[in-house]
């Protein structure tokens, strides 16, 4: 019912910035709340940021507060993640996910999206 593929990711120096996008098609996209996530090697999957609908709200996991800023274009049925400073432990694949409804909103937890994209690595080398 919806599709996600991210765009963006590449091979960076510490300190350097990337943009990453996700572009969503099949049912109304500004009805997600959205969220990123990342897996790095040997590592579970880990919440980075989330947007609701509107993109009134936002949510970053500590490691990245300051330096990621998550953005949504729902006229392009876009999701970007700017990621600045970046370090080597930020290396890792990088996933958008669509926002499963729920009566409680939990942006952190990824079992509550039921829409993934396909992934975009990320590689940060010191």
């Known amino acids: 019912q919806v599709r996600l593929v991210e765009s963006g990711g590449g091979l960076v120096q510490a300190g350097d910035s990337l943009r990453l996008s996700c572009a969503a098609s099949g049912r109304t996209f500004l009805i997600y709340a959205m969220g990123w996530f990342r897996q790095a090697p040997g590592k579970s999957r880990e919440f980075v940021a989330g947007i609701t609908r509107g993109g009134g709200s936002t949510f970053y996991a500590d490691s990245v507060k300051g330096r990621f800023t998550i953005s949504r274009d729902n006229a392009k049925n876009t999701v970007y993640l700017q990621m600045d400073s970046l370090k080597p432990e930020d290396t890792a694949v990088h996933y958008c996910?669509?926002?499963?409804?729920?009566?409680?909103?939990?942006?952190?937890?990824?079992?509550?999206?039921?829409?993934w994209g396909q992934g975009t690595q990320v590689t940060v080398s010191s």
């Open positions: 996910a669509a926002y499963e409804t729920g009566r409680v909103y939990s942006p952190t937890l990824a079992a509550n999206y039921g829409y």
